[in-house]
């Protein structure tokens, strides 16, 4: 389980590096070099800014500003203008929890997955006596580009799945998070935050 104390001593930009450097490591493990990735909801793209140095990467989000070093698309993440199986990957990190409709999105990228494709995604837990921690952080970070939550769209780790399963998908691993004073690291029991990996 994550304690107060594991985020609180750290500041947002601190907390979000060590994420990044978590998901860089992990999506190496499933993803092959040279593999074309679609970040859905990119933002800045600080988490393509470190994969394009080993693969082919396209970011989409919303927003229009902002300086990306890497292929960049204002686009929908509810309309994903893209023709079937054309990424080898796509990432979906810490956007479900803040989509309308997670399982549309997940339909989609199914749809312009190749076959074989991989779907790495990252989440907050739908657990409610964890949220009062996460309302914490969102006040705590609300400063530092921390988009905050809304309990009726958080994902437990089931209704996560059946979406993915719904679409045909199969569940290669999923982890918990734990974000501690030095890095962070995945652990067996999901907790409030967690990350995992889909084939098509």
């Not at 190496?28 to 800014?49: N, T």
């Not at 059946?162 to 995945?186: H, P, Q, W, Y």
Request: aromatic share 12%; proline share 4%; net charge positive.
């Amino acid at each position: 389980m994550i304690l107060p104390n594991d985020f609180l001593h750290l500041d947002g930009d601190s907390i979000q590096r060590k994420l990044l450097n978590l998901k860089y490591e992990y999506i190496q493990r499933f993803i092959p070099s040279g593999s074309l990735i679609l970040d859905v909801g990119c933002g800045e793209g600080e988490f393509l800014s470190l994969l394009k140095n080993k693969y082919k990467v396209v970011g989409i989000d919303l927003k229009k500003s902002g300086k990306r070093d890497f292929e960049y698309i204002v686009m929908d993440a509810h309309c994903l203008a893209f023709k079937n199986s054309v990424f080898d990957a796509v990432i979906l990190s810490d956007m479900l929890e803040h989509a309308e409709n997670p399982f549309e999105i997940i339909k989609d990228v199914g749809r312009i997955l190749k076959d074989n494709g991989i779907v790495f995604f990252s989440t907050v837990n739908k657990n409610p006596f964890l949220y009062p921690l996460l309302k914490i952080l969102d006040l705590v970070y609300s400063q530092k580009n921390w988009l905050p939550h809304r309990y009726s769209q958080l994902l437990s780790p089931p209704k996560l799945h059946r979406m993915f399963s719904e679409t045909n998908m199969k569940k290669l691993d999923m982890k918990g998070v734990i974000v501690g004073v030095r890095k962070a690291r995945t652990i067996n029991r999901v907790g409030l935050y967690y990350i995992g990996v889909y084939e098509k």
